[in-house]
């Protein structure tokens, strides 16, 4: 049921764990992490006690100034030997999504034969430094501001920044990165805005190395192995940073009849090609007097935006109410007089509707779980966090709290080989575009047919050899891309084979890379340059195909 992005996360989660701590605690936090991915209610907890299996053996050790490390007396068996180091890092692989890993790893098999010790043989990366200096646009040193290492990552077909290391600037306006992964990266610089005092610094826009507000512009700085890059400077740029100022008009109040103050506001900019990290569109209201719903958010720049505004719930986490409206921020000015509808979640019905392969035997729950994927371009706060469900009666799931906005359907837990074959509203299939929560007109009925196809087949390097561990990633014709549900992947075995089932109808390419960072393969941006080494495949319903697929290099 998990999406490679997912397994991903939970990998990243074991690797990182620290020497020694029990398996007890490492499968409790790897279930709960599951578990909120794909958002089931969290697992009961391992007992400790006597009654909880004895922990894995493990064995910890210091490598010597040569490198070299040495357990011995130990059983004959398949071991897992980890190395770390502060500041160093594994090999991070192609385009890296979530930062190099703090470990590397390997496998080892000890047998009974003395005289034939089992060698491991691991590589640890030295982490780099970055440094300079961040001036403003009159060419003086700035304090206090956040300065940002970014590798550009691509989670579900989005393009987004993802900050690896930052750090604050001194009063000499100096900064410097340390423990950096090697790797190639934008540095962006950011003031972050608290007060609700009006200060010049509002106009300074978060700025890439050298000096621009384009991030598509930025020059990309490249760090090696254990290197020293410095003289990355900055020079702030100012511009037009206006002011948006309105009120929130909501049937939300507090336990003493108080008007439900919202919390978070975010500025989702709109069109296609811009670069964006998720941490810099949540805005502070600055406004001195708040008590009618009123706020004002400074510094913002010129262009299309989402104005989204929410209101946690009770727990502190969970979205309450959001509004959400457009704005047009102009070269020169303000905007203001802007009216934000805040208002509680819908509940949202999805009604299953399965072939007879689908449905298991008589009697008994159909083996399927439903949920909803955002399809904003900023996941937040759609799916944050992940919506769960119940069951009514007829056996539609229920979502009780929905905020606005446009989704589609997954499925987890489906049986062998099935897919979801059509997403229909009142008769019209919403399959490929999706649905907008708050425009909805009928109970979303999802079909889902038994009848998938399956792709096997072999990963080949140019001299036609068996490649294993190779990521391999299923994606459908242009013109259905927007459709994550498309798309599959698949990691090849010990001999280059994989297996790919529950595979939709259609036409589709196959690509194959030695790594791959999480979903990028759903990006057309990461995509240009691959397009045309694909191998191209027709599936039809209930087929097996048997292709080749050659790796990119």
Not at 65 to 71: K, N
Not at 381 to 405: C, H, I, K, N, R
């Amino acid at each position: 049921a998990l999406t490679p992005d997912m397994r991903e996360q939970i990998d990243i989660l074991i690797k990182s764990a620290p020497t020694g701590i029990s398996y007890v605690y490492l499968t409790d936090a790897a279930r709960r992490l599951e578990a909120q991915l794909l958002g089931l209610p969290a697992p009961s907890l391992t007992p400790l006690g006597p009654s909880a299996e004895p922990p894995v053996p493990q064995r910890t050790g210091t490598t010597d100034a040569s490198g070299h490390f040495i357990f011995e007396n130990l059983t004959p068996g398949t071991y897992l030997v980890r190395a770390q180091r502060e500041g160093f890092f594994g090999p991070p692989p192609l385009g890296n999504s979530i930062g190099a890993p703090p470990t590397v790893r390997t496998t080892v098999t000890i047998d009974a034969s003395p005289d034939k010790p089992a060698q491991a043989h691991l590589t640890l990366l030295q982490g780099s430094t970055v440094s300079g200096r961040v001036r403003s646009p009159e060419g003086q040193p700035l304090s206090a501001v956040q300065v940002y290492a970014y590798q550009i990552t691509y989670p579900n077909g989005r393009v987004t920044l993802n900050s690896v290391n930052s750090k604050t600037t001194d009063d000499r306006g100096e900064y410097r990165l340390f423990f950096v992964p090697p790797g190639e990266y934008l540095i962006g610089a950011t003031l972050r805005r608290f007060a609700n005092t009006p200060s010049p610094q509002d106009s300074y826009a978060r700025t890439f190395y050298p000096g621009t507000i384009d991030g598509n512009a930025a020059t990309h700085v490249k760090v090696a192995e254990g290197s020293d890059v410095a003289g990355i400077d900055i020079d702030m740029r100012a511009g037009a940073g206006g002011k948006i100022s309105g009120r929130i008009v909501t049937p939300l109040v507090g336990p003493n009849g108080q008007l439900t103050q919202p919390t978070n506001f975010f500025l989702v900019p709109q069109g296609d090609g811009g670069l964006f990290d998720p941490a810099t569109l949540n805005y502070q209201n600055q406004s001195p007097n708040r008590t009618n719903g009123q706020f004002e958010l400074r510094g913002v720049f010129p262009g299309s935006y989402d104005l989204i505004v929410t209101v946690p719930g009770a727990n502190g986490v969970q979205v309450d109410a959001m509004g959400r409206t457009r704005v047009q921020v102009p070269n020169v000015g303000d905007v203001g007089n802007v009216t934000v509808n805040v208002k509680p979640g819908q509940q949202v019905k999805l009604h299953a509707v399965l072939d007879a392969g689908a449905k298991g035997a008589p009697g008994t729950t159909p083996p399927v779980r439903l949920n909803l994927r955002s399809l904003e371009m900023y996941p937040a706060p759609f799916e944050s966090p992940p919506l769960t469900s119940t069951l009514d009666p007829s056996g539609d799931f229920v979502f009780p709290s929905v905020s606005e906005g446009r989704y589609s359907v997954n499925a987890t837990a489906l049986p062998a080989n099935s897919y979801i074959a059509d997403v229909r509203i009142t008769g019209r299939s919403v399959f490929d575009e999706g649905f907008v929560v708050g425009e909805l007109s009928g109970v979303p009925e999802v079909q889902i047919s038994s009848k998938g196809a399956r792709i096997q087949g072999t990963v080949l390097d140019p001299l036609r050899k068996p490649v294993p561990t190779a990521r391999i990633a299923l994606i459908p014709e242009r013109s259905r891309r927007q459709n994550l549900l498309l798309y599959k992947a698949a990691v090849s075995d010990s001999k280059g084979s994989f297996t790919m089932s529950g595979v939709a109808p259609g036409q589709y390419s196959l690509f194959a890379w030695e790594s791959l960072p999480g979903t990028a393969y759903m990006s057309a941006e990461f995509m240009a340059p691959y397009e045309t080494k694909g191998q191209a495949v027709t599936i039809t319903e209930g087929a097996v195909a048997n292709t080749e697929v050659k790796l990119i290099k």
